[in-house]
């Protein structure tokens, strides 16, 4: 399984984008990258998948390079709510039944 | 929408009980997951069931052990628990939305054992 490294913590201002990079060295050709937001007293909950390039939804954008060693999720004009635990995980396609998750990167918002 | 619940929100037990956690999906998953979550520590996988009756361990099933015997249904069961394991659980399945195959988590039971 290819582990996955994020910051601990990051902080950021209402209105500002914030981008969260994981590094994933290890990740084999059929891993796909998968983001999940966690608030507290919850579970977590998905934000975001991808293989390579870019993908957006109504939440988020994830950004893939060619390499596939990194991520970036990134959050435009956060809000106060945004305010969470985000995890990266790296985990094939189908079959990813051993998810990992790492310790997560705490974003602060402040107003 | 999927759902996934858990028995209890908060439970209070005492050292030595035996503990049942329950957790149920509707959406008919074959996978399900039980996680415990401490401070700093992000989810460990305890153990997780590919299927009825199925279970693998994940990294820390000691002193734990689970139950499938219907698809929707996995328990999770602490035979005498002690107070390293008071900690937040948290249950999950894994399947395919329209465009992801992905987790859904339910809202997690906090344990505290005295």
């Known amino acids: 399984l290819a582990k996955t490294t994020q910051p601990i913590s990051m902080d950021s201002y209402e209105g500002q984008e914030v981008n969260i990079t994981c590094s994933h060295n290890n990740i084999a050709t059929n891993d796909y990258i998968t983001w999940y937001q966690q608030f507290p007293s919850q579970g977590p909950r998905f934000i975001i998948q991808?293989?390579?390039t870019k993908v957006t939804n109504e939440v988020a954008s994830l950004f893939i390079p060619a390499d596939r060693k990194s991520s970036t999720l990134s959050l435009p004009r956060v809000s106060l709510s945004d305010t969470a635990v985000y995890y990266c995980l790296v985990r094939p396609y189908t079959g990813g039944f051993k998810t990992i998750f790492g310790a997560g990167t705490r974003l602060f918002v402040k107003a | 929408d999927v759902k996934v619940t858990q028995s209890s929100r908060y439970l209070v037990k005492r050292t030595g009980e035996k503990v049942f956690l329950e957790c149920v999906q509707d959406?008919?998953?074959?996978?399900m997951f039980w996680y415990r979550q401490d401070p700093g520590l992000g989810l460990r996988l305890i153990y997780f069931?590919?299927?009825?009756?199925?279970?693998e361990k994940g990294d820390i099933p000691e002193g734990y052990s689970v139950s499938r015997e219907k698809k929707e249904r996995f328990s999770l069961i602490l035979e005498s628990a002690s107070t390293n394991q008071t900690s937040m659980y948290l249950c999950a399945s894994y399947g395919s939305t329209e465009t992801y195959n992905e987790q859904f988590f339910g809202p997690g039971t906090r344990l505290t054992v005295l």
């Open positions: 991808g293989y390579k």
């Open positions: 069931s590919y299927d009825v009756k199925m279970k």
């Open positions: 959406m008919d998953h074959e996978n």
